[in-house]
């Protein structure tokens, strides 16, 4: 389903607004009564006065006579009918339509109420006075009904207006607002076609002078990941420019000895060691294939993707079976200390990856007759990894570069100079740091490597 920016802006405008010209159109409305309604009470009880101060005394009997300025208070343009009734304190009735209903028992005089006369709805008023005439005095009530035509015409006069007014407000609402959105919308227009129009080699930020505030954000959110996009590319094309420099060398040390060993005859002393210059030529170029491989898969990993449950001391063990060869040959004393109750969320190949290389370097560095120990142990929220050795360590001004793809401190050994350079990778991608520093007594090297433990 497709969300239209424009039309939900438009929508949460129109739907305050509505419920706004709904909640004031029932307030003038209610107004509007109340005022039609007070005018109108006003004029009937005006005409019940009128009309009872025109009642008399004649010759000891109270005579009504109905002035005509009591019932040209409601003249109107709508034919309103006027209904009254005089009645003495006995019940007699002094004048008017003897059918007219008289307000309920126990409201207080004068009062106004809503009824019905001849099959029409009336608003009407009973008002009472005393009369006196020598020393005796008399109750009279006068009710004045009238029909309510005038009245809901004074209401519709008084409401409808504003209603109407309210209603055009409404549509002038409906028309401008897509218009004014449309109008200001265009700046996100022009930054999704910038966007759009790109390169994909051109990474360069979005400038945000010309956007309004609300879009600056956003425009800042694009530029951050075009500046990572920036940095992933030079990475992979710094990537790219140091594996083609690497693998030059062994390729064309490759060709030259295939070359060499087509030239010679099959009894030619010098065949078995050209063959075997290929042999250990195809290998260094297998070995860092593989690393560079290994690098480029941590580099392209991120600590979110990273959820599954890794036994480290597993992990550890299996790379130390793989690796005692390797150390028996070079009769070093290859130990471990691990803590089998720690895991981590990681990647085991990776893991595997990580502890290869730091045991393999610690070997291949260490001198015969030395010794490699690995531990495992848990401190705090944290699982720790170190690989100890008794070589000669790492000079001080080299430590800082250790961790650089190609770097090697040794020129006399064998290795790719990727090791260090995918253990740091591989703990950067669990969330882990590593870190190199002088053994015990600043002799051999201690390669330390924290990772967050697996929550229990």
Not at 264 to 272: H, I, N
Request: aromatic content about 4%; glycine content about 6%.
């Amino acid at each position: 389903m497709v969300h239209s920016l424009r039309a939900r802006l438009l929508l949460w405008l129109l739907l305050p607004l509505a419920a706004f010209v709904l909640v004031a159109g029932g307030v003038s409305y209610d107004a509007a009564r109340r005022t039609a309604d007070l005018l109108q009470d006003s004029a009937l009880l005006a005409s019940a006065r009128t009309i009872i101060e025109d009642v008399e005394w004649d010759n000891g009997a109270l005579i009504a006579t109905i002035p005509p300025a009591a019932l040209e208070l409601f003249e109107s343009p709508y034919q309103d009918q006027v209904f009254y009734k005089v009645l003495s304190g006995e019940g007699r009735l002094l004048g008017g339509a003897p059918d007219l209903a008289a307000p309920s028992a126990g409201h207080a005089l004068p009062a106004f109420y809503d009824s019905t006369y001849a099959g029409m709805p009336i608003r009407a008023v009973a008002y009472e006075r005393l009369l006196y005439d020598s020393g005796r005095a008399e109750r009279v009530t006068v009710i004045v009904g009238k029909t309510i035509a005038s009245r809901e015409a004074m209401i519709d006069g008084l409401w409808r207006p504003q209603l109407l007014r309210q209603g055009l407000m409404l549509a002038l609402v409906l028309l401008l607002v897509p218009l004014g959105l449309t109008l200001e919308l265009r700046p996100l227009m022009k930054l999704k076609d910038e966007v759009a129009d790109r390169e994909p080699s051109q990474l360069e930020p979005i400038r945000p002078d010309h956007l309004p505030s609300e879009l600056r954000p956003i425009v800042d959110a694009i530029n951050q990941c075009i500046a990572r996009l920036k940095v992933h590319a030079l990475t992979q094309r710094q990537f790219i420019a140091d594996a083609a420099h690497q693998l030059r060398t062994p390729l064309t040390l490759l060709a030259t000895q295939t070359q060499f060993a087509s030239q010679c005859d099959a009894r030619d002393p010098a065949l078995p060691a050209a063959l075997s210059g290929v042999r250990r030529t195809s290998q260094k170029m297998a070995e860092l294939t593989s690393q560079l491989l290994l690098l480029a898969q941590a580099e392209s990993m991120t600590p979110q993707r990273v959820q599954t449950r890794v036994q480290l001391a597993g992990v550890l063990s299996s790379v130390l079976e793989e690796l005692i060869q390797a150390a028996q040959h070079r009769d070093i004393d290859l130990g471990a200390e691990l803590d089998e109750r720690v895991c981590i969320a990681g990647n085991a190949g990776l893991m595997a990856s990580l502890a290869f290389n730091l045991v393999d370097n610690a070997i291949r560095y260490t001198q015969r007759g030395g010794s490699v120990t690995a531990l495992c142990r848990r401190e705090n929220d944290e699982v720790v990894l170190e690989v100890i050795d008794d070589g000669p360590g790492i000079p001080a001004e080299a430590r800082a570069h250790v961790f650089e793809r190609f770097y090697r401190v040794a020129q006399d050994t064998e290795g790719t100079g990727l090791g260090l350079a995918i253990v740091h990778q591989v703990a950067r991608a669990h969330g882990g740091t590593v870190t190199i520093a002088p053994g015990a007594q600043r002799v051999g090297l201690v390669a330390t490597v924290r990772l967050p433990i697996w929550p229990e």
